[in-house]
């Protein structure tokens, strides 16, 4: 297994595509500041989009492996939309049987952030957890947002300085997109089915 086949199954899919040490303390039980507002109106725009679907389930399906990798296309993926505050949002992603992943947004001072939480059947913490960005203002839209991997998971992960996850809604909330990116190429997207909660 080559050195970027770890990358994309320690980094990607460890919890998708598992918490953290010293260098953000606090940061793998996702701490974070209470803020009324974000800093840009499409940050905030694109968080009220995710939570209009609080408390609902939506069936998913892979679109895209990179070329070489082991595809996913089989395997059923549901999305949970749960906690949904004003400052906190979690979509637990499961994996067939697999439930060891969390997608998880953040008001933190006003910025966007996006996080993997990956965890154990016991529920502690992964070695690889907490992992994700902050969104880019200038690239971002109410529908679109684009998370470059920030300083805590390029030190524990020192190989995803150059990776970036997407995640995307289609206007009319109909498509929920997640993607990630390497050296500027997709390495996978799943798409999910809003308009038929299961």
Known sequence: MNKMKVFFWALAFMGIVSCGGPA??????????????FEQESFQTFYQNLQSLCGKSFEGKQVYMQEGR????????????????????????HL??????????FNEDGKLRF?????????TPEEMTMYGGYADAERGTPFYQVFPADKYTIDIHPISVDSEWVVELSEDLSVFSYQLHHEGEMIFEAR???SNPV
Not at 115 to 123: A, F, L, S, T, V
């Open 96 to 105: 067939d049987e697999d439930h060891s992943r969390t997608w998880m947004f």
């Open 70 to 93: 082991e595809s996913w296309e089989e395997k059923g993926m549901i999305m949970h939309v749960t906690v949904c505050e004003d400052d906190e949002l979690h979509i637990p992603f």
């Open 24 to 37: 953000e303390k606090g940061a793998e039980q996702g701490q974070h500041n209470d803020v009324s507002a």
């Open 192 to 194: 999910f089915d809003l």
């Open 115 to 123: 996080r993997h939480d990956h965890r154990y059947k016991d529920g």
